[in-house]
Structures are given as structure tokens and as C-alpha cells.
């Protein structure tokens, strides 16, 4: 009961000054009475279990309808308005993902067949549990890099030979790596029965189903808020990053090289050394052909971006390229005649399911840390962000969920990672796309391909599918027109961008996004660290302060001096704090009080030495002349938070001052910060009122507290 007395006398005692007749008054004294708040553990806990453990008919509705979304919003689908739209938009996006999941999968070190499969499960399993109507959910191009360098490195481990890509027969080694699950690849009859392609996938697929785990286990404990570490600074940077070592890995497709992947810190360094030692070796036949690719490619992607307002529906370049590139490969037999490198067979149907290997989990598991909260970083803002265009809500936690279920259940039918991708996603909403109905045609598309057409591809050649990926790294190379307005917005950020860009392309993609939210992070301490510290002064005709370097013409109480501390008080800033209020102010009470007891020492020993103390009433009266000002004032109002060094920082700079005369006011503190100040017991009862809710009431306050002589009145 004290305490609340204590804290009802810190928060709501208020006086002010008024000016009558050239007198200094009081006007009424302003109470404000603080909420009472209650704080029992125990029965917060017991609430919050109740709530969850309550089961109505109408609360279990509402728990299917929020874990399943398309309960809700499926059966109240407008056939008429929306249907036209999500078959258009539905049927584009499948197009180009039918040549882009095919390339991709080369990106994440797979046969092309898993690429289809993993656009297809993503489709239908995100239309069941996302919220979002417009993002695309499929194949993106970092996380399946991310993918291609773990696999590599453990297919190295596994002792598979990086450098060839032995054909495999899917159907038959699939299912016999599944009876023989157990064994090591290192075992050479474990080696006969899976090979390459078989283990690869495997890899693929476990770490798919860790990172599917960990994005499902964040949606449950519901920790988003993860997601606001990834500033768009750091995440522009380190997709453009990234981007170089997308770019790098398909050099080698483009030239018609047969390299092995760099794995591991200077990866893309690595990569460009082993071309240049083996350009010698370019096939001629694919680097034709990727020029000739490009050709059409650019200028058709500028023409499609520059005229989108007016084409009602993108040109389907990409799988023009691919279909005549094919028709082109086969009746020119370029792989016989020339040894150009071609997709190889891709097989109907649908594998049976497996389950991910648990061996491989302590190895894969840091790994698919980094890709989840890639995965679900982009897929969440990519929501939010088109829900704010479009004027509804997504639900950041039931995001997750979905992302996560796109990444558990396709894991076992030979996937690899997926997440929203923001180019498919600006086809998709370009094209008319009203709900998730336009994914479940998107996946049809994908269907058909799987089940008849994907044989066709056979001769497609390897240079074209690196052609397609480096065409779709545009959007993140032209980053850099933009850091001439980045660095005019923000110095920090641009410096963070720039930090995660070089990091994720010169040392690894992993590395790089630990390097940019550590940097990110730094950069947040540093700032409170050092911040912003000014003297106020008054705006004339107004109860407005303002800083005094920034505007002129502001009004200034000789007699007081008013401060502002532009971030959170805390431990790391603490000495800050103290030396930029001293510095301001002209005034460091230690050293005034120093000095005031040397020269109180030097006086006892002089009378003691001689009876006239002449000289020494001199000197003491130097070192104890009046100060310029008898009042501070802390504006408090960019003060977040205190901690107990803080606390007890502005409880030592009070006592300081106080010694030497000065008397230190606290003005526009925030509930948070007076209830620290409460707990901390900066001011206990009886004492004099030191907290006020604006600059100018702590200033007319002074004024009426020190006579018009300069001297405190402790009645006033």
C-alpha cells in the first residue's frame, strides 16, 4: 500500500508556475490518479489455460476454420467475379513455372523431375492452409541454391563424385533406396542400389522436412517476430548477394563446362578460377546456344515489364525458348553431334513416398535453420505486403503453418524447399488473380506436364535452363540503381545492405545472413550507444521546445537549462549520458565539488598556519562563486525505457547537482518510464515534486520554485 502511495506521488503531482503582477505563483496543483494494476502469476496462467482448454462447438469451428483456411473462404467463393481472373492468372503462372522449376532444379543440385514435383505439392498444399490470395508459393531461386551447396557437401562427404552426373532410372532406384535405407552410400552395394541422383534427393528432402519442422514449431510458439530482424536492407542485400552465386553457379551451363560446384567460405571466387582455368574447354554448340537464349530473353522480359499496363496477360517467353530450343536440340541431335549437355529423361508419374533419411538430420539440422527462416521471412512479408495493397488481413503465425506444411508433406514424395517468390507473384496478381483457386491451376498445369509431356523434354539442353535462371536475377542485380536514393533515405541501412551483399557473395549465403543480422544488430547498438544529446529552447509565443542548433530564434531561460537524451538509458550508455549532460550544461558536479573541497582544505591548513585567512577566503570564493543556472530539466520524451543503471544514473546525476545547488526536473517521462522511476524509488515520499507531463510546466515550475533573488523556496 506504501508503494502505491509512493508511486501516486511521483506520478500525479504537478504544479505550475503563473506570473501575476511580476510575482511567481502557483496555479492548482493536477492529479492524476494511475490505473491499479493487478499482477498475479497464478492467475494469469490459469486464465490463459482455461481459454485454451475451453471447448465449444463454436470455438473448435473457429480453430478448423483458422488452421484450414479454405473452409472459410472456399465456400463463400464468387464463381462470377472471381473465377475468370484465377483461371487466367492460374493458367500463365503454370506456364512459366513448368521451364523455371526445371531450371531450378539444376540451381538446387536435382534431376529436373523433382522440380516439378515440388511446384505441383506446393500449389495444392498452400491453397489449403495459406491466407494470403495473391502470393505465389513455389521454387525460389536463393533457397534453392542454399539447397544445391548443402547437397553438394554431403554428396562430397558420401564420396559420390561431384563431377559426374550419373544417369539414374528413378522409379527403380527410389524404391530400392527405400528397402535399403539403412545402409551407408559409402557401402558399394548401397552405392549400386542409390546412386547419385537417389542420394541427392534424399539430402534434398530431409532438409526440406528439418526446415519445414522449424517454420511449423515457430508458428506454434509464435515467434514472427523473428521476421523483424530481417530489416528489408538486409534482406534486398542479401538476395542480391546471393544472386552473384546464382549467377556463378550456372556460368558453367552457359559455356558448357563440366566443373564441380565450389562448396564452402569463397565459394564464388572458387568457381570463377575453375572456369578461367578450364574456358579452353567451352563447347561451342552451348554457348551459342545461351547467347542466342539471351537474345530473345532480355529484350522480351524488358518488353513484357515496360508494356505491363497494357498487355493483359505476359508473353509465355520462357517456355517458347525452351519449346524450340528442345525441337532444336532433338531434330539437330546436338548431344550426339556436338556433346552438348541435355536434360536427360524425365519420367511420368509419381514416385511413391519416402520418408527423409534420420541419419542425415544431426549434420543438416544448423543448415536448415538458416533456410526456414529465409523461407518464411520472404513468404511473410510478401503477404502482408500484397494484403495491404489489396485491403484484407493475413495472419503472420498461420503463414508459417503453411509454408511449413508446403515444406513437411512434399518432403516425402521427393521435394525440395519452396517459399513465396515475389516475381511469380506480381505475374500472378498482374493477371487477375482474386483467390488461391489460380494455384490449384497453376498445379494442374504442372499435372499435365507430369503426367504426359515431361518426356518431351529430353533434349533440352542444360545451357538453355541456366539462360532462364540468370534472366530471373535481373530484378535483384538492379539493386544497385537504387543505393543512390538508399544512401540519401539512410546511411545505416545502406550500409547494412552493402555489408550483406558482399558477405553472401564472397564468403557463403549462410554466413553472409549471420554477417548481416549480427552487423544489423551492431548497428542498432551503436546508435543508442551514441546517440543524440541537445539543450531545448523555447518557441517564441508557444510552450514548444525545440533543439537550439537546429532552429533559430528560439528562446532560452538563462536561469535553466534544458536537455534532451534522444534514446533509452540504459547500461551500455550510461556514461554517454553523464558526459554529454555535463559537456552541454558547462557543468560536471564532480568537479565542482573537487575543487570546492580542495580549496575548503587548503583554507583550514592556511589558518592553521598563519591567523589572517585573507588569501584563503580568496581562493574559496573562486572555486564557490554562483553558478549560471539553478535548474535542469531531462525532457524524457525519447527515453523508451530504463534499466537499473539507468535508474540509478539519473539518481546520481540528481544527488551530484543537488550538492552543488542545482536541481535536476524530469519532463514528459512515459507511464513505462515513470513506473520505473516508481520501483527504483528515484524520488521517495515527502520529498519535492521532480517529474512533469511537458517541458514547460518543469520550467514554470522552476521559475515559481526560485524566487526572483535566485533562491529555492521549498514552500513554493
Known amino acids: 500500500m506504501a508503494a502505491k502511495e509512493e508511486a501516486n506521488h511521483i506520478h500525479s503531482s504537478f504544479e505550475l508556475a503563473e506570473i501575476s503582477d511580476g510575482k511567481p505563483k502557483c496555479r492548482p496543483r493536477i492529479l492524476l490518479e494511475p490505473v491499479q494494476r493487478h499482477t498475479s502469476v497464478k492467475s494469469y496462467v490459469m486464465k490463459k489455460v482455461r481459454k485454451a482448454c475451453s471447448c465449444t462447438p463454436a470455438r473448435a469451428k473457429d480453430q478448423i476454420t483458422s488452421f484450414l483456411p479454405v473452409l472459410k473462404w472456399l465456400p463463400k467463393y464468387n464463381v462470377k467475379e472471381n473465377i475468370l481472373g484465377d483461371l487466367m492468372s492460374g493458367l500463365i503462372v503454370g506456364i512459366l513455372l513448368v521451364p523455371q522449376s526445371i531450371a531450378y532444379s539444376l540451381l538446387a543440385g536435382q534431376e529436373p523431375i523433382y522440380g516439378l514435383y515440388t511446384s505441383f505439392f506446393a500449389s495444392i498444399i498452400y491453397f489449403l492452409f495459406g491466407t494470403s490470395r495473391h502470393i505465389s508459393v513455389g521454387i525460389f531461386g536463393i533457397l534453392c541454391l542454399m539447397i544445391g551447396e548443402v547437397v553438394d557437401r554431403e554428396l562430397h562427404r558420401a564420396g559420390f563424385d561431384l563431377e559426374s552426373s550419373v544417369p539414374s532410372s528413378y522409379h527403380s532406384d527410389m524404391s530400392v533406396s527405400v528397402v535399403n535405407s539403412t545402409l551407408g552410400p559409402m557401402n558399394q552395394t548401397s552405392q549400386a542400389l542409390c546412386d547419385r541422383s537417389c542420394h541427392a534427393i534424399t539430402i534434398g528432402a530431409t532438409v526440406t522436412f528439418i526446415a519445414g519442422v522449424y517454420q511449423v514449431a515457430m508458428g506454434f510458439f509464435q515467434v514472427g517476430f523473428v521476421s523483424v530482424y530481417l530489416s528489408d536492407s538486409l534482406l ?18 552457359l559455356l558448357g563446362l563440366d566443373i564441380p560446384r565450389s562448396n564452402g567460405v569463397g565459394s564464388l571466387i572458387a568457381t570463377w578460377i575453375n572456369i578461367f582455368r578450364n574456358i579452353h574447354k567451352t563447347n561451342l554448340c552451348d554457348l551459342c546456344t545461351s547467347c542466342l537464349c539471351l537474345l530473345v530473353l532480355v529484350p522480351t522480359k524488358e518488353l513484357n515489364e515496360r508494356f505491363k499496363s497494357k498487355l493483359k496477360a505476359p508473353l509465355p517467353t520462357e517456355l517458347v525458348v525452351v519449346v524450340v530450343a528442345t525441337l532444336a536440340s532433338h531434330f539437330g541431335k546436338l548431344e550426339e553431334k556436338y556433346g552438348s549437355s541435355v536434360s536427360g529423361h524425365i519420367p511420368t508419374g509419381f514416385l511413391p513416398p519416402q520418408p527423409p533419411d534420420w541419419s542425415l538430420i544431426p549434420s543438416l539440422a544448423a543448415d536448415a535453420l538458416a533456410i526456414a527462416i529465409i523461407g518464411f521471412a520472404i513468404t511473410v512479408s510478401l503477404s502482408e505486403m500484397f494484403a495491404k495493397k489489396h485491403g484484407y488481413r493475413v495472419k503472420a503465425n498461420q503463414e508459417m503453418y503453411a509454408i511449413g506444411f508446403c515444406n513437411i508433406i ?27 483457386v489460380s494455384g490449384v491451376v497453376s498445379g494442374l498445369v504442372i499435372l499435365l506436364v507430369l503426367l504426359v509431356i515431361a518426356p518431351l523434354f529430353y533434349s533440352l539442353q542444360k545451357c538453355v535452363l541456366g539462360v532462364i535462371t540468370i534472366v530471373n536475377l535481373r530484378g535483384a542485380l538492379r539493386k544497385f540503381s537504387d543505393l543512390p536514393k538508399m544512401w540519401r533515405l539512410s546511411k545505416v541501412d545502406t550500409l547494412i545492405w552493402v555489408v550483406t551483399m558482399l558477405s553472401s557473395a564472397l564468403i557463403s549465403t549462410e554466413l553472409g545472413l549471420l554477417i548481416g543480422v549480427c552487423f544489423s544488430m551492431l548497428c542498432v547498438i551503436v546508435r543508442t550507444q551514441k546517440p543524440e544529446g541537445q539543450l531545448l529552447g523555447c518557441v517564441p509565443e508557444s510552450e514548444i521546445y525545440e533543439p537550439l542548433p537546429a532552429y533559430r530564434d528560439l528562446r532560452t531561460t538563462p536561469s535553466i537549462r534544458v536537455f534532451r537524451f534522444e534514446a533509452p538509458l540504459y547500461y551500455a550508455n550510461k556514461e554517454t549520458f553523464k558526459s554529454m549532460l555535463y559537456k552541454l550544461t558547462g557543468v560536471n558536479p564532480l568537479w565542482v565539488l573537487a575543487a570546492k573541497r580542495k580549496a575548503e582544505k587548503q583554507k583550514l591548513c592556511e589558518e592553521t598556519a598563519s591567523p589572517n585567512g585573507n588569501q584563503a577566503a580568496v581562493s574559496v570564493q573562486l572555486v564557490t562563486q554562483t553558478l549560471e543556472f539553478h535548474t535542469i530539466v531531462i525532457d524524457c520524451c525519447a527515453l523508451q525505457f530504463l534499466d537499473t543503471a539507468g535508474i540509478h544514473t539519473l539518481k546520481e546525476v540528481r544527488k551530484d547537482y543537488g550538492e552543488i545547488g542545482v536541481n535536476v526536473l524530469l519532463a514528459q517521462c512515459s507511464p513505462s518510464v515513470r513506473d520505473s522511476l516508481s520501483r527504483g524509488e528515484y524520488a521517495k515520499k515527502g520529498e519535492a515534486n521532480l517529474l512533469f507531463h511537458s517541458v514547460h510546466q518543469a520550467v514554470e515550475y522552476a521559475l515559481s520554485a526560485y524566487g526572483q533573488n535566485g533562491c529555492y523556496d521549498s514552500e513554493a
Open 236 to 253: 534486398s542485400g542479401f538476395v542480391t548477394g546471393a544472386s552473384f552465386t546464382i549467377l556463378t553457379s550456372q556460368a558453367k551451363y
Open 410 to 436: 512434399p518432403s516425402f514424395f521427393h521435394c525440395f524447399t519452396t517459399s513465396a517468390a515475389l516475381a511469380k507473384t506480381l505475374v500472378k496478381e498482374s493477371t487477375g488473380c482474386r483467390t488461391q
